[in-house]
């Protein structure tokens, strides 16, 4: 189990790199195309290329929001269970959970190859986007990954709702 969570800070770290490095890169590209439009030459595509970038930022934070917790939970019934139950509920909810945002992961990489596949491209800028749906998938299938791990923990453990390792 060790290997397995230290496996999943490995993955969560570069994943944060990636979104902290997309993030930074929709900063500049903004900033730039406001100054660029003061001066009457904005970058064209700029909203295509932002958006991108948004959902690589956003997809990159999934595994690790799950790893850390930082999410919404709603427990105003759960949170009257016994312990025991508790732990079977939660377990569930984590197996449930990893299912789901596999099927997700699957899916979008099933989405991401036929956009390859087709060679469709974007509207304005006519870039290939297919690798943007990749990483979607990725963060998709870490944040699988992370509830994956959470469910054998409480499984076996019976380990409480608690923050892992911070990055």
């Known amino acids: 189990m060790k290997y397995l969570d230290r496996f999943d ?30 001066i009457g030459v ?3 595509g700029s909203y295509e290329i932002i958006s ?10 999934l595994g690790y929001t799950q790893r850390n917790r930082d999410h919404i939970i709603v427990d105003i019934i759960s949170e009257k269970f016994p312990p025991e139950i508790k732990n079977v509920v939660n377990a569930v909810s984590y197996l449930a959970t990893a299912c789901f945002f596999a099927v997700i992961a699957w899916q979008t990489t099933k989405w991401g190859l036929m956009i390859r596949e087709s060679g469709e491209l974007s509207e304005t800028q006519k870039i290939m986007y297919d690798p943007f749906v990749f990483g979607v998938a990725l963060g998709f299938a870490f944040l699988a990954f992370a509830c994956g791990i959470d469910f054998l923990k409480t499984f076996f453990n019976g380990e409480k709702e608690e923050k892992r390792a911070a990055i």
Do not use: C, E, H, Q
């Open 42 to 44: 904005p970058f064209i």
């Open 52 to 61: 991108f970038l948004g959902a690589i930022v956003t997809a990159s934070a």
């Open 9 to 38: 800070l490995m993955l969560n770290k570069a994943a944060m790199v990636a979104g902290g490095a997309a993030l930074i890169a929709v900063m500049l590209l903004a900033t730039g195309n406001v100054v660029l439009r003061i």
